[in-house]
Structure formats: structure tokens, C-alpha cells
């Protein structure tokens, strides 16, 4: 009789956690049912993704030719080169550019530019002919500002504020990095730029150059200048206007503040002079003012990663353009979801009904058991935050074979010790999913995180739960 | 011979005669991809409200046949992506007008631009996987090397990473004979054959640290 309780009671538990795994638990919410169990996350492969496509910018330029080709630099009418017998053609300047290797440059530099970003679950395909590339991304809500820092070009420039010199560019950059700076009110993000050894001694020699002018410097420039007007005019000698002239410039030259622009993405950053020289490489630039609010940090700090981003990766050969950006379903609809889902369930209760031929009510027991282990892996997928995807029906259904597996064994009672043999056996498969589990890209890291969460779930469901039911069976017998 | 090696030199090789099948299909006709990874020419029509796929379907296949795939876009499901592997600008004007005719619109087959998809390269889709196979296999090695370490040999390290090897290679050369298309399934085809061909290593060896234990306890029992 206790036996028999204890077995019911098993048997009731399975049910009940089966119905919650399978059904849910629906409460009263504003006058509507409500399913309090969380509900399942789905991958980019299952439920859509955004599909950008980017095009090499077209820079159209209009050409007039001559009967033999020559080009034309004067501006005509349509009348007068017709008159003139000459040609009118539009040609894209930025022709040249286009090469097979300037797009695989960029289609590398893009992917460098998704994997810096954390965007591990991404698809890029590029047409070799038109240089188009079309990328598929995770929807959220980063991805807009992701977008512009994929296909941005990254030119990186320190120039002279007033020439326009360049002094520094992308070539210098070694790494660029975010930081954090605590102040006394609040922390600031900062973008951290190391430049390589030429870039190091480049920006010393910049530094030096652009040096900050102090006040008192400037006033005793002045006064020298005065001073030594009128030490002239004491001695009265016979100089020239023009020397006196070219004299004061060169002065004003010498203590006029020179200035340094610096831009990223033709967008000037700051224009400013260097107090002191830098000779360690390193510039450091703060993003936004100091916060405490930590959803401002996180906005600077995707501003400055996403700068790090695109310095940190090399500019693109050309300029791109956006030419399509939208977000599509997956093509795997939700009743096609079901058929496979229906599938499997149509197999699983063949292997069943197996057991229950075969092995009576030891057979259907286990059964009951199997039902309870899926319904608890179900439970456990959406609770331990696995994100859904192919790659977890895969791996949801190797861990039923092995659940299978493990049953017969127990059933059969082959084996003394099936767990210990089991625990052996299933350690590659451990293996492999925990590496599977620390991989960013998603189908890779689904697939891993359900096989591993299956392989832990049949050793303890099996030994807490199928293995007791079955014995107090045979103890009963 | 006993049987057991037999029957594994049988299966070893039929495993290399579909390999060797499949390697020619795969360099005289090359993989088959699926239609979004192949590439091809996509139009997007605004529809403006929402519609059945199944319709957009039948149409689509009535006009472009049955290569194409029929897709939802943006969250409010009113405008619909449809991918072929060839369309042409008169096939595209025929599925907007049929969409018109369904639905009681006048869109302009115009407005809905032939893009150009790009073919997805098989390197590109099997890229992610490599490093995390490289790593656990290199585990799983070490893992063999310890436990089976007094019991077997140098070989077994061999035979586990042709088993490896020999498993992907075999997934390939059917990819390749059957025709299954390269695309969505192909990463979780790759882990599954992958975990499969560990666990047979491992099973293998497991029961033959068994065959051999009790083949001592046998031994010393006889002895005693």
C-alpha cells in the first residue's frame, strides 16, 4: 500500500510537471488569461532577422568628349556640344575603386567591425560582381545605431586646424579602446587611441608642435617685441620699414596658438592644442560629461565602442551606401515549427509504445517517466535562458535518444552500474557542449547549452526520479 | 578475421566509397544550396494590409514556379519579400498585378525594385564552426588520453579523429548525393554528426575497457 502511494505520487508529480512544461500556468490578468511560465526566445534563424544590404556609393560625374575621346574642360550647354559634335557621359568616380579586392577588404573589414561589436549570430554574403553585401543581423535596440557603424567608412584624421594638413591618419592607429574614468561627479567613458611606435613618435612631434601658448607667455612676447621697438628707436639705426615689418610677423608667428582638428568619419571631434607633449602614443577623449546615471554611461559607452569600432578595424576602401534595411520573418513559418514538432512527438510515441509491448508496466512507467523528463527539459530550456533555434531541436532530440537510451538500460537491467557506465560515456558530449555553450554565435550556442542542460537532466531525472519508480515496482513484484 | 572487424571493414567501406561519390558530385555539380543562401532576385511589394502567404505563394509559383520563397516583412506584416532565383522585370510586373487583382489594389509594379541577392559562400556558413569543434575535439582527446590511457594506445587517439573526420566528410558526400540543400540545418547537421561520431568513439572504447576488465576477472578467477 505505501509502495503503491509512493509510486501514484510519483505519477501525479510527472503529470502535474508535465502539464505545466507542455501547457503552462494561465492566471486572470485585466480580464484575459494570462501564462505566467516564460514563454520561449527565439533566434534570428526562427524568427527573422534585419536584412541590410549595402552598395558601393555611386559619385556620378558628367564627362564631355570629343569626337576622339579627348576630354573637355570648359562648360557647355546641351545646344553647344551638339553643335560641337561633341559626347556627353556620366561616369561614376569612384570606378576605379571598384575591384574584386577592395570588396572582399570591406566584406572582411565588416565582419571584423559585427565581431568587435558582440554581433556573433550574423550572416554576410557579398555579390563579387556589384561589390553589394548583404548582412543579416539579430533584431533589438542597438540595431539601428549598429547599422551606421557597420558600412561607415572609419577615416581617421588629425589635421591642422588651419592648412589642413594631415598630420595622423588610420595607418598610425594600433588599438582603440573604451574606458572608464571615476571623478568626483560621476564616471566618464573615455575612447582610449594607442597609436603604433611610428605613431608614437608622429604624435610626440605633433604635440610639440601644437603646443598650448600660455597668457604670460604671449604678454612677454609682447613686451620683448615693445622692448626691442624701442631700443630701435634709442639707437636710431637706419633699418627699413619692410625688415620691421617682417620682424613683428615672425614674432607673431612664434606665439600665435597653432591648432590641431581632429575627425572621424569627416566629423570634427575637437580642435585643440596639446598642453604638454605626449610621448607614451596614448590619446585619451571623453565621450559625453561625467554621469552617474548608468543609463547615460551606457549610451556614451556604445558611442565610444562604436568609434573604437570602426578605428580599430581599418577604413573602408570605398564609400558605402545603404540600399536596403528591413526586418524579414523567417521563411520557417509556425506551422511548419508544428509539423516537426508533431513528427518528433509521432516517433517518441512509437519508442514508447515500444516500451510498453515490451516491457508491460515496467514499460509504461518508464514511459510515464519520459513524458515528465521532456516536459522538465522544456521547462528547464526556458528558464536557463536558452535561446531557441534550429540548432536546439537537433539538440533536444540527441537528448532524448539518449534518455531513450538510458531507459532501456534501466529497464533492461543490463547493467549494474548504467549510471557510472553512462556518466563515461556522456563526458565527450559534456564536453563539447560547454564549449558549445561559450560561443557567441547562437545556433552554436543554443545547440550546446540545450545538449547540455539534456545530459545533466538524464543523469538526475533518471537517478532521482525513473530509477526509484521502477525499483519500488520490482520491490512490489 | 572475426566478425566484429569485418563488419567494421565492410561499413569503413561503404563510409569511403559515399565519400568518393560524393567528392565528384560535389566538384562536377556542387553542393545545392537553398534558394536564400544561392542568391537571387528579390522584390518587396507594399501591400498595405495583411495577406496570407499562401497566397502570395500560389501566385508566386504560378508565375516564377516553384523556386521561390514568399517572406513577411517589418512587424506590421503588410509588406511581403518575395525571392526567386531568376525574376524578370515582366515577371515581376505579372505577380504585382495578380497581388492587385487579389487584393482590389493598384500598386506600381515599378515601385517594387529587382534587387540583386548575393550567393552565401559554404565557407562562409561553416566558419563559426570550426573553432568550437577544433577546441573540444582537442578535449575530447585529452579526455581518451587520460581515461583510456593504461588500455590503449597511440591508435585510438588516430581512430577517434578519423572517426571525427570520417563523419563530416560522410555528412558532406550526402549533402552531396542527395541533393539536401546547404543552408539553415547545415550548422546543427554539422554539431549533431559531430556529437555522434564522439559518442560512438567513445561508446567503442568504453565497452572494450569493459571486455577487457572482465576478461582479467575472468583470468584471475580461473587462476584462483
Known sequence: MKKAIKILTIILTIILVSMIGFIGIYVQKQNRMENIVKDYDYAMDLKGARIIAIKPEEEIETKIKDAEGNEIEEELTDEEIKEKGYTKEEVNKNAEKLTLENFKQTEEIIIKRLEQLGLDDYNIALNEQSGEIKIEIEENNSTNSIISDLYTTGNFEISDSETEEVLLDNQYIKEAKVGYISETNGTSVCLQIELNSEGRAKLEEITNTYKTVEESEEETATEETSESEESEEASETEETDTAEEAETEETDEETKQKEITMKINDQTIMTTSFDEPIHTGKMQLTVGSASSDAKTINEYAEKALSYATILNNGKLPMDYEVSGNEFIYSEITNQEILYAIIGIAGITAIALMYLIIKYKLHGLLASFSFIGFVSTLLLLIRYANVVISLGTIFAGVIALVINYLILIKILKKKEKNEFVTFFFKAIPIAICSIIFCFMDWIPIASFGMTLFWGVILTLVYNYLVTAPVLSILENKE | ?224
Do not use: W
Request: a negative charge.
Open chain 2, 1 to 224: 578475421m572475426d566478425k566484429t572487424k569485418k563488419r567494421a571493414l565492410i561499413m569503413i567501406l561503404i563510409a569511403i566509397a559515399i565519400i568518393i561519390v560524393g567528392v565528384i558530385i560535389a566538384i562536377v555539380k556542387g553542393f545545392n544550396f537553398d534558394l536564400l543562401y544561392d542568391g537571387g532576385k528579390r522584390i518587396e511589394v507594399d501591400i498595405g494590409k495583411q495577406f496570407e502567404v499562401k497566397d502570395i505563394e500560389a501566385i508566386t509559383e504560378e508565375i516564377v514556379g516553384k523556386n521561390s520563397c514568399v517572406q513577411t516583412v517589418e512587424i506590421y506584416k503588410e509588406s511581403v519579400s518575395i525571392f526567386a532565383q531568376d525574376m524578370t522585370e515582366e515577371q515581376r510586373d505579372n505577380i504585382v498585378t495578380k497581388i492587385n487583382e487579389k487584393y482590389g489594389l493598384e500598386l506600381d509594379a515599378k515601385a517594387s525594385e529587382i534587387i540583386d541577392v548575393p550567393h552565401t559562400h559554404l565557407r562562409d556558413i561553416i566558419k563559426p564552426c570550426i573553432m568550437p569543434l577544433v577546441i573540444a575535439t582537442i578535449l575530447i582527446l585529452v579526455y581518451i588520453g587520460i581515461r583510456y590511457i593504461r588500455k590503449t594506445s597511440v591508435e585510438i587517439l588516430l581512430e577517434t579523429i578519423i572517426a571525427i573526420i570520417l563523419g563530416q566528410a560522410l555528412l558532406f558526400s550526402i549533402l552531396a548525393i542527395t541533393r539536401i540543400p546547404i543552408g539553415k540545418l547545415t550548422i546543427p547537421m554539422i554539431l549533431s554528426t559531430y556529437i555522434l561520431s564522439t559518442t560512438f568513439c567513445t561508446a567503442r572504447l568504453e565497452k572494450y575497457v569493459q571486455d577487457k576488465e572482465k576478461e582479467e576477472e575472468k583470468s584471475k578467477s580461473e587462476e584462483k
